[in-house]
């Protein structure tokens, strides 16, 4: 099964699929995703790693998630924007690359005969990205996102701590 949640900063996205993984399984896995870019981002991981018990196993992987082998597991990946921005950035922000990797990436990690919970952002739904840079991600991101909903079972839009089903 694959669940996608999606929403924007601070909607309860993360507790929400964290929750949802713990009714699928006694052990589930956390799939950080994330680059430690300084310190005040180092301190919200410290914060998110606080956060599970230690029912959890953390796995940390910057691009290359269909390298694990989840079968039969329950994983939550979080998150798809931190994700994108690892290929963004070693592609210097060359959408059309960006998107080829990620979705092959995801297709392999999809192949898998697991339980995913893949949470992200809707970056489109907030101000418009001032510079071309931040234009072309929230393009990129939202290009991902329709992928997963695409390929996911269940979707869920998160307002303001409350999930909405909309697949």
């Known amino acids: 099964m694959i669940y996608f949640i ?5 909607s309860g996205k993360s507790s929400y699929g964290q929750k ?16 430690i870019w300084d310190e005040d981002h ?9 956060d599970r018990d230690i029912r959890w196993t953390n796995i940390e992987e910057e691009k290359y998630i ?11 990946m979080d998150c798809v924007t931190l994700w994108l921005t ?25 192949r898998q005969d697991a ?5 992200s952002n809707e970056l489109g739904m907030g101000l418009h990205a ?11 991101q939202g ?9 996911a079972d269940e979707v869920f839009l998160m307002v303001s701590g409350i999930p909405v089903k909309v697949k």
Not at 24 to 34: G, K, Q, W
Not at 42 to 50: D, G, L, N, P, V
Not at 130 to 140: M, N
């Open 6 to 10: 999606t929403g924007g900063q601070r």
């Open 143 to 151: 290009w991902t996102n329709q992928f997963i909903a695409r390929k």
């Open 42 to 50: 180092k301190a919200r991981i410290e914060r998110h790693k606080s």
């Open 86 to 110: 690892n290929y963004f950035v070693d592609t210097k922000n060359e959408v059309e690359i960006s998107l080829l990797e990620a979705k092959e990436e995801l297709a392999k990690l999809f």
């Open 20 to 35: 949802l993984a713990l009714q699928l399984s006694d052990n589930p896995i956390y799939l950080a995703t994330s680059r």
């Open 66 to 76: 269909s390298n694990h082998d989840f079968t039969g597991k329950t994983v939550v």
């Open 115 to 119: 339980n995913f919970i893949i949470i």
């Open 130 to 140: 001032e510079t071309e840079v931040g234009r072309k991600f929230t393009d990129l």
